[in-house]
């Protein structure tokens, strides 16, 4: 007897409206007249499943797919129950079937999903949730579902759009745009993520949470001041909110204001003991403060509380490196390595310490991962990169790197690549190029700025000890290989004829924005002692940051100050180049004056930190790359009267040998 179809429509209806039990009914009634209706045996076998009774679900399912074997709907609700019962196995194959069955079924490959996640199958399950949004792209559950698992794939860029599209679909919701800002900040997509969670605090004032990501990604385009303002935003909704206090003192400590920032960090530790990056953070700061000992405390509490984390290592080999325990630096920088193989801080900082051991051949490879450490912009070459090959008969372009005193260090081995049959181009600023332009070796000095010029490949400056096998024994250490404008030394000359006394030019500040600057520069009150010598005359050779010092010492003892017209034109360098071709010695912190006047072959004395860049190794008075130069260390941290009451001593030896 043929059923109604208007009273099973109305069934399903009813079904559809969460009312199981009267479409069961229904059903039934309609099955009394249909025996062998397979869809009438899977709408109740559905029913069931509803009403939680499974064996009679069971029954009428098996039934249906006995009748009609390739029943979608039978399948898919045979997957339904088998899933309810657990039995995870069978229900990704029944739903397997029926989306084979219909593959024009957004609900059935949401099913088909859902049981392949349950059943630790997730790189299917995407596949899965794929054909779902394919089919019903405003399926707010597939699109969810599907970002969900492409984030926890780690394959944050795939999962943005569909983030995008829920946050269209929930324009209003505040949870859905926090989502998608931390997919956003997942895909490196620092700039939007940003934007989003604006738009999380517009819809949410409150949210604490948004603020403190604002914080971190602020820190992360190292936006500090902006990162400041939002962690205390953060800290103001929540004032125990140690997260926000970690991110407060990270910001302060990147803009120096390091006793800010251990309050902030200490009030982390305090609220959370247990939270490792408090310690870590914490550690940083104490580090740049010179507390060794108590940064290494909390670097090893962080250790305690997450022993797989690769950064406290990493950390705790930095705090050795500055304390001064180079050669103990190496061992747990050798732990986060073997935490993270492809961590670029460890391999450049433990690269540090093999070149200051003078462990060249170790050290050398490892300082090639620089360019992929935060700390240093990737190297994008214009032309082909030189792999140290034989370079004869090839054109190779050595490009300038990290600061001027870089540049002026490492021209060195443009002779040397000449010897061997290249030629040698140079790119480098466009200041530099006057100063270079009498160096051996160099056949032509390129502009960053210009269109690349034909050439067979190029290497970075600071790569060249690597990729020409250089060890602490073999340093190119010919000197001069830079050369002062005869006539710039000879209109200095006159200038500097009316001062007898044994004239020495001075330099102590470096850049200030360069790592660590704090350490290496000097305060001008420091060299008191060496205008306190009878017969010195101190000539300043310092530009821009920290010149602003010497009126501070104007009424105490003289300086002599050249002023604005210190390589005012011509090019970086030029006057000062000439000058110190007029001067008895050169005395500077650790500057590109330093390496000026060592490629220049002038006599010039160093005053170091008491743990130097890697360029000036350990426990030495001299150094391998010039001849002329002496080096004066801190034995202690930060005392810098101890070193210049040495210089003042030796100057005195020096200028009565004059005598």
């Known amino acids: 007897m043929p059923i109604d179809p208007q009273e099973l429509s109305a069934a399903i209806a009813r079904h559809q409206a969460g009312q199981p039990s009267e479409a069961y009914e229904t059903y039934q009634r309609l099955l009394a007249q249909d025996p062998d209706n397979a869809t009438l045996l899977s709408l109740l076998g559905a029913a069931c499943i509803n009403l939680q009774q499974w064996d009679e679900a069971q029954a009428h399912l098996t039934r249906a797919l006995e009748i009609e074997p390739n029943h979608p709907s039978a399948h898919d609700n045979l997957g339904v129950l088998l899933a309810k019962q657990g039995r995870m196995g069978e229900a990704v194959e029944s739903f397997g079937r029926a989306a084979q069955l219909n593959p024009n079924s957004a609900q059935t490959h949401l099913n088909h999903a859902a049981a392949l996640v349950r059943s630790d199958r997730s790189a299917e399950a995407i596949e899965a949730y794929r054909l779902a949004v394919q089919l019903a792209p405003s399926s707010l559950k597939a699109h969810s579902e599907l970002a969900r698992l492409l984030s926890e794939a780690g394959r944050a860029p795939e999962a943005v759009p569909h983030f995008r599209q829920l946050a269209r679909m929930r324009a209003d919701d505040p949870k859905t745009r926090f989502e998608l800002a931390a997919a956003l900040a997942r895909a490196g997509q620092l700039g939007e993520?940003?934007?989003?969670?604006?738009?999380?605090?517009?819809?949410?004032?409150?949210?604490?949470?948004?603020?403190?990501?604002?914080?971190?990604?602020?820190?992360?385009?190292?936006?500090?001041?902006?990162?400041?303002?939002?962690?205390?935003?953060?800290?103001?909704?929540?004032?125990?909110?140690?997260?926000?206090?970690?991110?407060?003192?990270?910001?302060?400590?990147?803009?120096?204001?390091?006793?800010?920032?251990?309050?902030?960090?200490?009030?982390?530790?305090?609220?959370?003991?247990?939270?490792?990056?408090?310690?870590?953070?914490?550690?940083?700061?104490?580090?740049?403060?010179?507390?060794?000992?108590?940064?290494?405390?909390?670097?090893?509490?962080?250790?305690?509380?997450?022993?797989?984390?690769?950064?406290?290592?990493?950390?705790?080999?930095?705090?050795?490196?500055?304390?001064?325990?180079?050669?103990?630096?190496?061992?747990?920088?050798?732990?986060?390595?073997?935490?993270?193989?492809?961590?670029?801080?460890?391999?450049?900082?433990?690269?540090?310490?093999?070149?200051?051991?003078?462990?060249?051949?170790?050290?050398?490879?490892?300082y090639e991962w620089r360019f992929r450490s935060r700390d240093f912009p990737p190297f994008r070459p214009r032309w082909t990169a030189w792999d140290g090959s034989p370079p004869a008969g090839r054109t190779i372009v050595l490009v300038a790197e990290q600061?001027?005193?870089?540049?002026?260090?490492?021209?060195?081995?443009?002779?040397?690549?000449?010897?061997?049959?290249?030629?040698?181009?140079?790119?480098c600023a466009d200041k530099l190029h006057p100063i270079l332009s009498r160096t051996p070796g160099i056949e032509r000095l390129i502009s960053p700025a210009e269109q690349a010029a034909k050439a067979d490949a190029c290497v970075p400056m600071m790569s060249l000890p690597y990729r020409l096998n250089t060890t602490l024994a073999t340093i190119p250490a010919r000197t001069p290989y830079v050369f002062a404008d005869e006539r710039r030394i000879a209109g200095w000359r006159g200038e500097l004829a009316g001062y007898p006394?044994?004239?020495?030019?001075?330099?102590?500040?470096?850049?200030?924005?360069?790592?660590?600057?704090?350490?290496?520069?000097?305060?001008?009150?420091?060299?008191?002692?060496?205008?306190?010598?009878?017969?010195?005359?101190?000539?300043?050779?310092?530009?821009?940051?920290?010149?602003?010092?010497?009126?501070?010492?104007?009424?105490?003892?003289?300086?002599?100050?050249?002023?604005?017209?210190?390589?005012?034109?011509?090019?970086?360098?030029?006057?000062?180049?000439?000058?110190?071709?007029?001067?008895?010695?050169v005395i500077t912190s650790d500057t590109a004056l330093a390496h000026l006047a060592g490629a220049l072959a002038a006599p010039v004395w160093v005053a170091l930190q008491a743990v130097p860049d890697w360029r000036w190794l350990l426990a030495r008075e001299d150094s391998p790359w010039y001849s002329t130069m002496r080096l004066f260390r801190q034995t202690e941290h930060g005392n810098w009267a101890a070193v210049f009451a040495r210089m003042a001593e030796a100057l005195r030896t020096l200028v009565d040998q004059r005598r």
């Open 193 to 366: 993520a940003i934007g989003a969670y604006q738009e999380t605090l517009e819809l949410k004032p409150d949210s604490a949470e948004s603020c403190v990501n604002l914080s971190q990604l602020c820190c992360e385009k190292r936006q500090y001041p902006q990162a400041v303002e939002w962690a205390q935003r953060a800290v103001e909704l929540r004032p125990r909110f140690a997260e926000a206090y970690i991110n407060l003192g990270s910001a302060l400590e990147k803009l120096g204001q390091l006793d800010e920032a251990r309050t902030a960090l200490e009030e982390a530790v305090r609220l959370k003991p247990d939270l490792p990056q408090a310690h870590n953070n914490l550690g940083i700061v104490l580090v740049e403060q010179q507390e060794f000992a108590a940064a290494g405390e909390h670097y090893r509490r962080a250790l305690l509380l997450n022993p797989n984390s690769p950064e406290p290592h990493y950390n705790l080999g930095v705090a050795m490196i500055r304390q001064g325990s180079v050669l103990e630096s190496i061992e747990p920088f050798d732990r986060a390595l073997a935490l993270l193989p492809n961590y670029a801080e460890a391999h450049h900082n433990r690269s540090a310490a093999l070149l200051q051991l003078g462990r060249f051949e170790q050290g050398l490879p490892e």
């Open 403 to 427: 600061g001027l005193g870089d540049t002026l260090q490492f021209v060195r081995y443009a002779p040397l690549l000449e010897e061997q049959g290249a030629r040698v181009w140079v790119e």
């Open 501 to 585: 006394e044994f004239k020495i030019g001075i330099a102590w500040q470096g850049n200030p924005r360069a790592p660590h600057d704090r350490q290496r520069s000097i305060p001008l009150t420091e060299f008191e002692p060496l205008a306190r010598v009878p017969g010195v005359r101190l000539f300043s050779l310092q530009k821009g940051p920290g010149a602003d010092q010497l009126s501070a010492v104007s009424e105490a003892w003289e300086v002599v100050d050249f002023g604005e017209r210190l390589d005012a034109e011509g090019g970086a360098f030029m006057d000062t180049a000439a000058i110190v071709r007029n001067l008895d010695l």
